[in-house]
RNA sequence: GACUCGGUAGCUCAGCUGGUAGAGCAAAUGACUCUUAAUCAUUGGGUCGAGAGUUCGAAUCUCUCCCGGGUCACCA
């Protein structure tokens, strides 16, 4: 952050200290009561007008068209933008025309929040506009917004946006690409229409712990920190899933949680550190169930936000209604590549690899090197939902046995547009069979998979005293939404997408100390810096006459009551 | 992590094979009573991401580093 403010901030700053010496408080404490706002006056004044006689707007100004003694700015609120008619006279009809001619017109800049009260009307240009006849500062802006300007027809001319600093900075984002908010207001409707759905069926919302000792439930490297009372490592959760069936092992039918994992892992667009996903777990269900469950669920999400369950997702159209397609994982590999690796050992799984040019090393088992054929040839194909069903047990330790089939497990991951979005289990329920396949993750880990499942006594334990037959489900929240709102990024549906630290400027700033020892007492040193006089060196290019009558101007501005320092002390500090 | 493109005024960008840093918007001052990318006139505003090097001279060439975008790898 710089220090140094640019010209522009300046006059802002200045023009906030001459509102106040006009006993205008730029930051007044009341509330303010709006009762319009613009996308309304907008939709409904020309068939009901009467009911916009007297209205109270308020937001940011956006852009002001200033003509003599009358102008039109647009004003921005939460719901868009309206327009606004200021007359001079109208506001001072008396002699006195400081209001529009001084506070509106110099005082007032782009991005400062006002309130106005007026009639709508309609402009001879035919815009709906408000008529004011009576403007109140709320909050004055220091920082000039960057001016994105909209032609009628949608052109946007000099649009704000470098990623970087939309993401850095999304609140400048957002007041000035307003659009963007659509994608976090329909977030914000998966979300609670997931939840609705789910407490409609009388299943329970619950939170559990997002500091765990032990990190389970997922493949994936953890975050670390450490408790200083307990003097005890502790990891940033990579999954919920373990505590969550302890909550079926206590009784409840049905236990679902939002909540935000982490992982210490790349980023691209498609991972941050930390994500939202939603884990669900229903007694006495099988995964069979589960998939009708996420075919129902999933259309009336698509509904709540489309209106219908076609998504334009890219230059795909993407269907949420169910049944959806179902393909077992050795099926859909013998699919894509003609090849069945159903009833292949590791050492034909690895000529598979090397014959289709995909890279492996020693760590790989049987389990992941399945895995990496599906990756590199099967997923990209998947566009409309499809579940993919019945993995291989050596990758997925946690879920029940395949009924049938031999050496598979009962688990289903449901792929949209190219991308995994849900996985779920008939969930393993037997405590000993856990124990085995936890043991044959240790086993992994040996071989040197830092990503190997870690042993939970406490889970096994809690497994030992019996859980009824279980499906569950995982969703990642903020890929479904990129779907929902078509998004390439997770950065987009993400308000703050993490990013590396931004550079502090070597603020080449003189502490205060520094000042102090030039024989500045430490009350002026916060007067210089006032005045725009940083360092030393600065200082030390004074001319200590002027410096020395501009110190008496701002103790007077400044209304400070410390003593004044003489000529030749000004004089010996600028030496 | 690799490759690649980029970082110049508050914002969007130009700036050639090295020669005093530019435009539009924004800002300041003035004009203007229905404008709408308002208009007209005048003016100010930059450690050209940071540091080092080559050179008489670097926004420009070289090296290192920082930040970001894209592609790939790793990874759900």
Known sequence: MSIALSEQELFRRKSLQELRALGINPYPAEAYDVNAWAQDINDKFEASPDKYKQVTVAGRIMTRRIMGSASFFELQDSTGRVQVYIKRDDICPGEDKTLYNTVFKKL???????????????????????HTEELTILAKSLKPLPVVKREEDGTIH????????????????????????????????????????????????????ILQAVHGGAAARPFNTHHNTLDMPLFLRIA????????????????????????????????????????????????????????????????AVHGNPVVQVGKHEINFAGP???????????????????????????????????ETNATMGKGKLVDEIFSEKVEAHLIQPTYITDYPIEMTPLAKKHRTKDGLVERFELFVNGKEIANA?????????????????????????????????????????????????????????????????IQEVLFFPQMRPEKKEQAKISTIEDFVAEGVPAPWVLVLKNMGINTVEQLKAQNPNKLFNDLGGMRKKMKLDIPMPTKEEVIAWCS
């Open 108 to 130: 007032l800049d782009i991005g400062d929040y006002v309130g106005v009260k007026g009639f709508v009307f309609i402009t001879q240009t035919g815009e709906i506009s408000v």
């Open 158 to 209: 000099d649009g704000f946006t470098d990623p970087e600093m939309r993401y850095r900075q999304r609140y400048v984002d957002l007041t000035v690409n307003p659009d963007y908010r659509n994608i976090f207001i329909n977030r914000s409707k998966v979300i609670s229409t997931m939840r609705n759905y789910f407490n409609a069926q009388g299943w329970l919302e619950v939170e559990t712990p």
């Open 240 to 303: 919920n899933e373990l505590y969550l069936k302890r909550l079926i092992v206590a009784g409840f039918d049905g236990v679902y949680e939002f909540g935000k994992m982490f992982r210490n892992e790349g980023m691209d667009r498609t991972h941050n550190p930390e994500f939202t996903s939603m884990e669900i777990y229903v007694a006495y269900k099988d995964y069979i169930w589960m998939m009708a469950m996420v075919e129902e669920c999933l259309e009336t999400v698509a509904k």
């Open 324 to 358: 959806y397609e179902k393909l077992s994982m050795y099926d859909s590999i013998l699919k894509y590549t003609d090849i069945d690796v159903s009833a292949m050992d590791e050492a034909a799984l690895l000529k598979v690899c090397a014959d289709l040019g995909i």
């Open 425 to 489: 289990y008939s969930e393993l329920n037997d405590p000993i069979d856990q124990r085995e396949r936890l043991e044959e993750q240790l086993i992994l880990a040996g071989r040197g998979d830092d990503e190997a499942m870690a042993m939970d006594d406490d889970f096994l334990r809690a497994l030992e005293y019996g859980m009824p037959p279980t499906s569950g489900l995982g969703i990642g929240i903020d890929r479904l939404v990129m779907l929902m709102t078509n998004q390439s990024t």
